[in-house]
């Protein structure tokens, strides 16, 4: 089956900086990777995704890459924010019918 | 306003007893899963069901039980059986495709007396 590894486990920035999140799946057929976020006590939701016929998808602050021949894909969030401050979540799907998840990355952005 | 809900928000089980959370969706999806989340630790799947009547097991299925005899409702009951249950309770939902988007509710908490 698919196997989603996601780092760092912990990442703690300076508000303004920018904060990078990578992962990376071990089947070739996957081909839909979606991004959540999920603050604390709450379910996570989505926040970016990206489809294997495009290499990069941004939306204001945030920005997703894939490289499908490395077989890795990488959550980009620029001039971070205290309200950034989460877990985040990678998955991969398409090459079975459940997404496979990332095990989460703990992001925290000091004021 | 379409949405995945969950209830009761927390949940209290005593020893030996079963219970059951409550997952409902008004998006007409077909699939719905069941997610445990223990503190720190990323989401692992309990059940999952792509449409009425029938379910799969997922990676931790001893103790819990599922049912889905409607297209909106998709129950999970932690039973008597599951010896460490205190966790956070996830559902998600998704159209009936393997690349698609799952939108999860707002959880469920469970603790143990």
């Known amino acids: 089956g698919e196997n989603v590894e996601q780092h760092p486990s912990t990442l703690s920035v300076q508000e303004g900086d920018s904060a990078v999140i990578k992962c990376t799946y071990s089947?070739?057929?996957?081909?839909?990777f979606p991004w959540y976020k999920q603050e604390l006590g709450k379910g996570p939701q989505l926040i970016i995704d990206?489809?294997?016929?495009?290499g990069e998808k941004k939306d204001q602050r945030i920005a997703v890459t894939l490289n499908k021949t490395a077989k890795h894909f990488s959550l980009h969030i620029t001039e971070t924010q205290p309200e950034d401050s989460a877990v985040y979540f990678c998955a991969a799907s398409g090459g079975s019918y459940i997404p496979t998840f990332g095990r989460g990355t703990s992001l925290i952005v000091h004021p | 306003d379409g949405g995945i809900t969950q209830s009761p928000k927390y949940l209290f089980r005593k020893e030996g007893q079963n219970v059951t959370l409550s997952c409902e969706q008004n998006?007409?999806?077909?699939?719905m899963y069941w997610y445990r989340q223990d503190p720190g630790q990323g989401l692992r799947l309990i059940y999952y069901s792509q449409i009425v009547n029938d379910f799969q097991k997922g990676d931790i299925a001893e103790g819990y039980s599922v049912s889905r005899e409607k297209k909106e409702s998709f129950p999970l009951t932690v039973t008597s059986a599951q010896k460490n249950p205190t966790a956070f309770y996830l559902c998600?939902?998704?159209?009936?495709?393997?690349?698609?988007?799952?939108?999860f509710g707002p959880g469920t908490r469970l603790l143990v007396l």
């Open positions: 998006l007409n999806h077909d699939a």
């Open positions: 998600a939902s998704s159209m009936r495709d393997r690349e698609e988007t799952q939108y």
């Open positions: 089947d070739s057929a996957s081909n839909y």
């Open positions: 990206i489809r294997s016929n495009v």
